[in-house]
T-cell receptor, first 115, second 113 residues
Framework: EAGVAQSPRYKIIEKRQSVAFWCNPI?????LYWYQQILGQGPKLLIQ????????DSQLPKDRFSAERLKGVDSTLKIQPAKLEDSAVYLC?????????????FGNGTRLTVT | GNSVTQMEGPVTLSEEAFLTINCTYT??????LFWYVQYPGEGLQLLLK?????DKGSNKGFEATYRKETTSFHLEKGSVQVSDSAVYFC????????????FGSGTKLNVKP
């Protein structure tokens, strides 16, 4: 089966600019996650979708970050305006459903550098 | 709340050495436990999982046993290879929490030939 697809692979922007990331989950996976991974740390959940509804966005900085999952398939994550501390790898993951033994499948991530 | 604690790295071993990476967890419910591996420049890949107490997950020579009494899920491998060099993440998820995952901070493994 095709894996989770993410683009772009790398992005360099200046602070205060905006950026968008795209994710296409594994076909048939109802649950989609966006994680932020700062160098040397574990992934931190930003937002979780179940189909096209938001399940958890408690750690999403809503003043600058937004995400949508139209039609319950692919998703975009946007940052506007970016700050230096947003430099990180943004990982998208999907799972078949929201049962606890349903593992996450990750994409290769987008490495964002804010200068 | 829920959390995962892993031993700090890096862990440096010679090829064919025995590997243990410690992982303990705190959970309000009854979680499923996972080990993920991340190779340079890639996303995380599922290595193994266990869904109930005393279950043993295994894959590619790696093993981990779900120990409810010690709230642990330590990763072991009898003989590591250079190709096992990567960062390993322990994680938990709870069904009552919509399969929200909690990850440890990761342990980097370096295997020398």
């Amino acid at each position: 089966e095709a894996g989770v697809a993410q683009s772009p692979r790398y992005k360099i922007i200046e602070k205060r600019q905006s950026v968008a990331f795209w994710c296409n989950p594994i076909s048939g996976h109802a649950t989609l996650y966006w994680y932020q991974q700062i160098l040397g740390q574990g992934p931190k959940l930003l937002i979780q979708f179940q189909n096209n509804g938001v399940v958890d966005d408690s750690q999403l900085p809503k003043d600058r970050f937004s995400a949508e999952r139209l039609k319950g398939v692919d998703s975009t994550l946007k940052i506007q305006p970016a700050k230096l501390e947003d430099s990180a790898v943004y990982l998208c993951a999907s799972s078949l459903d929201n049962r606890a033994y349903s593992p996450l499948h990750f994409g290769n991530g987008t490495r964002l550098t804010v200068t | 709340g829920n959390s995962v604690t892993q031993m700090e790295g890096p862990v440096t071993l010679s090829e064919e050495a025995f590997l243990t990476i410690n992982c303990t967890y705190t959970a309000t419910g009854y979680p499923s436990l996972f080990w993920y591996v991340q190779y340079p420049g890639e996303g995380l890949q599922l290595l193994l999982k266990a869904t109930k107490a005393d279950d043993k997950g295994s894959n590619k020579g790696f093993e981990a046993t779900y120990r409810k009494e010690t709230t642990s899920f330590h990763l072991e491998k009898g003989s590591v290879q250079v190709s096992d060099s990567a960062v390993y993440f322990c994680a938990l998820s709870e069904e009552d929490n919509f399969n929200k995952f909690y990850f440890g901070s990761g342990t980097k493994l370096n295997v020398k030939p």
